[in-house]
């Protein structure tokens, strides 16, 4: 079991750059996928980012790819999401999660943080 904790949301402008930490308990932290995803109001929650256990092979959702980065530490119990370019369309809760293996439906993922409110102003 690992319990989830975000942190590095705020109020930023259009451009700018933001980076999203997610901090696991438990010795088990490495052993989990780990994903981003993000729900704005009125929305349903999105897959955002996705990182295998060992940190080899990374996902994105289209609307992130190459301004989105995702890595890990997991001698910190720790998962990171660089943002940069930011958008307006960007503001949502971000939220990270952990599962067995990486998909990128949130129903899949067993474990979740409680969120970090991102907002990207214009």
């Known amino acids: 079991q690992v319990q989830l904790v975000e942190s590095g949301g705020r109020l930023v402008q259009a451009g700018g750059s933001m980076r999203l930490s997610c901090t696991g308990s438990g010795r088990t932290f490495g052993r989990y996928a780990m994903g981003w995803f993000r729900q704005a109001p009125g929305k349903e929650r999105e897959f955002v980012a996705g990182i295998t256990w060992s940190g080899a092979r990374t996902y994105y959702a289209d609307s992130v790819q190459g301004r989105f980065t995702i890595s890990r530490d997991n001698a910190k119990n720790t998962m990171y999401l660089q943002m940069n370019s930011l958008k307006p369309e960007d503001t949502a809760v971000y939220y990270c999660?952990?599962?067995?293996?990486?998909?990128?439906?949130?129903?899949?993922?067993?474990?979740w943080g409680q969120g970090t409110q991102v907002t990207v102003s214009s």
């Open positions: 999660a952990a599962g067995d293996i990486l998909y990128r439906i949130a129903s899949a993922y067993e474990y």
